[in-house]
């Protein structure tokens, strides 16, 4: 049986999943599209919430689920910390895959802060 603490884990994974695609999706969709083209902005922004409907569908019970007070292994900083690595990496393989992404030294710079961060949040 998967752990509390790794099913929240997984459930933040597939909420990023949809944030990533209502955030920026519609970005990708405009180009590929030619019906979602014509959307006007309300359209585009009703599709967005369509799709981040499901996010938070994932997201409340991963925190729920996650979270100490509620039998979870994680702390309020731990979740929005795992939270944060998990949209970048979720966004990194996004923006590669759908926009072509190259990553550069910066970008790398950036995520071995990030990574610090997670490992400064769980230092006791």
Known sequence: MVSQGVFSVLLLIGSNIFMTLA???HLKMRTE???FASLPLLGIIIFSWAVAFFEYCLQVPANKLGFVENGGPFDIMQLKIIQEVITLVVFT???????KTQLKWNHLASFV?????????FKK
């Open 113 to 121: 802060c990030i990574v610090m961060a997670v490992y400064f949040i």
């Open 93 to 99: 393989v996004f923006s590669m895959i759908a926009f």
């Open 23 to 25: 955030w920026y999706g």
């Open 33 to 35: 599209f030619t019906w």
